[in-house]
């Protein structure tokens, strides 16, 4: 996560709001005081008014540091966005003044990583030249926390579970298809179906990656015919090892980099076997400029593919 300071607009607001959400992200009053520039007891007096005022306590004091407590999540809801308005009203004045258009964070599926999110954030960058923007790679689970707790501005995972405090801007569904090395005796069909597939050993996604949950209904009733022989979280190795022929695996086909020439996938004609490309926000949140740019042409991006935008 890129480290941020306050500025101006943020500065008007209560200073609470500054040490409430600095404690909350660092989970350390000595690191939110360092951060901030203030003495650990000026910051532990202020958290403490903050709690006077509520009438009830915003953390437990636990051993591996400071934890919201049911009411301080309900602040932290409020003041994360809070800050995260402030925060982009200091940079479009900035703009303004002739400074950079200010910051955005995107977190996505390492399965977009390869073809996809670089189109994406190429376009923003040849179009908005003043915005520095960062990438962090995650799982639909991780980018869900980054999304609520303000440390990204949007996310874009597959088949994420509805949550209450974010909201899906746009969505695109694609095939599932068993992805397969070159030459294999599959390679040449334009589908199959997963009974098919089971004659070969299979790499399987681990439960950090939502296509486990996808595929889960239509390997359960051959589960004592499946082979095998790897599970893992990783894509860049999941294409590694089919590559090599240890087994084959299932993915859309965003999941191949462009340009590869060793695999192939193969969609599935199971009925169902599809997965949704979704991009998220905070529920509730003011989308500045630079955000709705960068939306945009992700929309545009999901357009141009097979899997059109919902």
Not at 56 to 62: G, K, V
Not at 178 to 207: D, F, M, N, Q, W
């Amino acid at each position: 996560m890129t480290e941020w300071r306050p500025g101006k607009v943020l500065r008007l607001h209560d200073r609470a709001i500054l040490y409430f959400d600095a404690v909350r992200q660092y989970g350390s009053i000595r690191e939110a005081a360092r951060r901030l520039n203030v003495t650990p007891s000026a910051l532990t007096r202020q958290l403490g008014q903050m709690e006077a005022e509520i009438g009830a306590p915003l953390f437990d004091r636990l051993p591996g540091g400071m934890v919201l407590t049911a009411a301080g999540d309900i602040i932290a809801r409020h003041i994360v966005t809070v800050v995260q308005d402030a925060r982009r009203t200091d940079e479009r004045i900035a703009a303004l003044q002739g400074g950079h258009e200010g910051h955005l964070g995107i977190m996505a599926v390492a399965g977009i990583m390869g073809g996809l999110l670089p189109r994406i954030l190429q376009r923003m960058m040849t179009r908005h030249s003043g915005i520095v923007i960062h990438a962090e790679a995650g799982s639909p689970g991780m980018i869900a926390r980054a999304l609520s707790s303000g440390q990204t501005d949007v996310g874009i995972a597959f088949s994420m579970e509805p949550m209450t405090d974010l909201r899906q801007i746009t969505v695109a569904t694609f095939p599932v298809g068993a992805i397969v090395p070159e030459g294999h005796p599959l390679s040449r069909k334009t589908s199959v179906t997963v009974a098919e597939c089971l004659k070969y050993p299979l790499i399987l996604p681990s439960s950090t990656l939502s296509l486990r949950w996808v595929m889960e209904p239509f390997l359960r009733p051959y589960r004592d015919q499946l082979q095998i022989i790897m599970e893992t979280g990783s894509i860049e190795l999941t294409n590694r090892m089919v590559v090599r022929g240890a087994g084959i695996s299932f993915q859309s086909w965003l999941a191949l980099e462009p340009g590869n020439t060793g695999l192939v996938h193969i969609p599935l004609r199971d009925s169902g076997a599809t997965t949704d490309l979704g991009v998220y926000v905070r529920e509730a949140r003011w989308l500045p400029p630079a955000l709705e740019a960068l939306i945009e042409e992700v929309r545009i991006a999901l357009g141009e593919t097979d899997g059109g935008a919902g």
